[in-house]
């Protein structure tokens, strides 16, 4: 082969390449993404159907940027503060007010769940109620299609947030965060959890949540398990 011919298959060979990383963005992107996300205040409060769980600024109506934001649902409740200046997020009831609700196996992971909900700024009970439908609290659930434990964490998200999927407190760390990402992200409970499930592209293709059987029903389970947890009025 002669250098010119070399130098062509080269060039061909590094602009296959290029395209290849745009099309799979790496797992520092992903991760960064995420810190970004979770480090930029709330912007819109756009109205959503009644009965929706929508992103509203604190105290405002306003679209300007504010330093935290608020996702309040059925009765105002809150199911999700971000941290951040100084701020603690405040949610209806304690852990014992909701843990016994649970199943008795699942009891034992209610403190665990707490701390990483309460890490990631969404209620615990919403947390709690998400487990319960991925896993039925069982950390070392593997489904088929390769989502890990708890909240069932594909590997390349749980690389993505730079967890142990197979460690449970790592697992429920993860999972909270990335709920958290979808639900603003998408700006309402329910979006974010069709997200959660079917993932951020098919709810974008869709422009709501995606004609998936498993989806659709996944959605109001959830929601279910939140109200049983005493997270909806």
Do not use: C
């Not at 602009?15 to 520092?28: F, K, N």
């Not at 409740?77 to 008795?104: E, K, V, Y």
């Amino acid at each position: 082969m002669s250098i010119a011919a070399l130098q062509s298959v080269t060039s061909r060979v590094g602009e296959i390449q290029s395209r290849i990383d745009q099309l799979a963005p790496s797992r520092s992107t992903f991760a960064e993404t995420l810190r970004a996300a979770e480090a930029t205040p709330a912007t819109s409060s756009e109205e959503v159907p009644s009965g929706h769980f929508v992103v509203t600024p604190q105290g405002s109506k306003s679209t300007h940027a504010t330093e935290s934001f608020s996702i309040f649902g059925i009765m105002g409740t809150p199911i999700m503060l971000r941290p951040g200046a100084g701020l603690t997020p405040q949610f209806r009831g304690s852990l014992d007010d909701w843990s016994g609700n649970l199943p008795t196996a699942a009891q034992q992971w209610a403190p665990s769940i707490d701390r990483a909900a309460q890490e990631a700024g969404i209620d615990p009970r919403l947390l709690a109620a998400m487990v319960w439908q991925e896993s039925g609290f069982q950390p070392d659930a593997v489904s088929p299609s390769g989502a890990i434990g708890l909240t069932q964490l594909m590997p390349a998200t749980a690389a993505g947030l730079d967890v142990d999927p197979v460690n449970p407190i790592e697992n429920l760390r993860g999972g909270a965060r990335y709920l958290a990402w979808t639900i603003r992200e998408f700006g309402s409970l329910e979006l974010g959890l069709a997200a959660y499930n079917a993932g951020p592209g098919s709810v974008r293709a869709a422009g709501g949540i995606p004609d998936i059987p498993e989806t659709r029903a996944y959605v109001p389970r959830v929601i279910d398990y939140y109200r049983q947890l005493g997270g909806i009025a």
